[in-house]
């Protein structure tokens, strides 16, 4: 009897351990997306190139975790001349901070599979504390995280003032962070 209690206390923490396990981003199937208005037009441009471990358990997302790193060399406006542009020392600095990272700190249920996420994001050696409603669903055995982020440029020090007026200050980072639903 003892034995099979401690079998079934012994089973429950190694689920509660493998349900909260980091696992790492499927980078593959996932995609972060940087939206910002140059002259009046708006502009998509993807990280390509970005990792990142994520722990989440439906039964107590509060407990969950997300960290990714963030290539910033890997941003594409689609034409290599703007892209070698976008990743000098005024804009992303890729040679200094080749990373941009966000850490999460807390978690909190919104219902409804969905969820506010609050963390820090450090880009170009500054970090600021960030927020973002999230919506989580489950499909084809992975789980997507998907979301978007609205961050000031200026706060970054991205891009130089002369910049202004034709650069909004807002950029509007949207995410789909995929994962496997069975491990995560």
Same mark, same amino acid.
């Given at each position: 009897?003892?034995?099979?209690?401690?079998?079934?206390?012994?089973?429950?923490?190694?689920?509660?351990?493998?349900? =909260?396990?980091?696992?790492?981003? @499927?980078?593959?199937?996932?995609?972060?997306?940087?939206?910002?208005?140059?002259?009046?037009?708006?502009?998509?441009?993807?990280?390509?190139?970005? &990792?990142?471990?994520?722990?989440? @358990?439906?039964?107590? !997302?509060?407990?969950?975790?997300?960290?990714?790193?963030?290539?910033?060399? &890997?941003?594409?406006?689609?034409?290599?001349?703007?892209?070698?542009?976008?990743?000098?020392?005024?804009?992303?600095?890729?040679? =200094?901070?080749?990373?941009?990272?966000?850490?999460?700190?807390?978690?909190? !249920?919104?219902?409804?599979?969905?969820?506010?996420?609050?963390?820090?994001?450090?880009?170009?050696?500054?970090?600021?504390?960030?927020?973002?409603?999230?919506?989580?669903?489950?499909?084809?055995?992975?789980?997507?995280?998907?979301?978007?982020?609205?961050?000031?440029?200026?706060?970054?020090?991205?891009?130089?003032?002369?910049? @202004?007026?034709?650069?909004?200050?807002?950029?509007?980072?949207?995410?789909?962070?995929?994962?496997?639903?069975?491990? &995560?």
């Amino acid at each position: 009897m003892i034995r099979r209690v401690l079998t079934g206390a012994t089973l429950a923490a190694v689920t509660a351990v493998w349900a =909260t396990a980091s696992v790492p981003v @499927d980078a593959g199937k996932s995609h972060i997306r940087a939206t910002f208005t140059q002259m009046s037009v708006d502009v998509d441009a993807d990280f390509r190139q970005f &990792s990142g471990q994520v722990s989440y @358990d439906p039964a107590a !997302p509060e407990q969950g975790t997300a960290k990714l790193q963030i290539q910033t060399a &890997s941003f594409d406006i689609g034409d290599e001349e703007y892209n070698a542009e976008v990743r000098k020392a005024e804009w992303l600095d890729s040679e =200094t901070h080749p990373e941009a990272v966000f850490e999460s700190t807390t978690i909190e !249920p919104l219902g409804e599979d969905r969820f506010k996420a609050t963390g820090t994001l450090t880009l170009k050696g500054r970090t600021a504390t960030v927020s973002s409603e999230i919506t989580v669903r489950t499909q084809a055995g992975q789980r997507h995280f998907s979301g978007s982020l609205p961050i000031s440029r200026k706060a970054f020090s991205i891009g130089d003032a002369e910049w @202004d007026e034709v650069l909004e200050d807002q950029v509007t980072v949207r995410f789909n962070i995929v994962v496997p639903a069975s491990s &995560s």
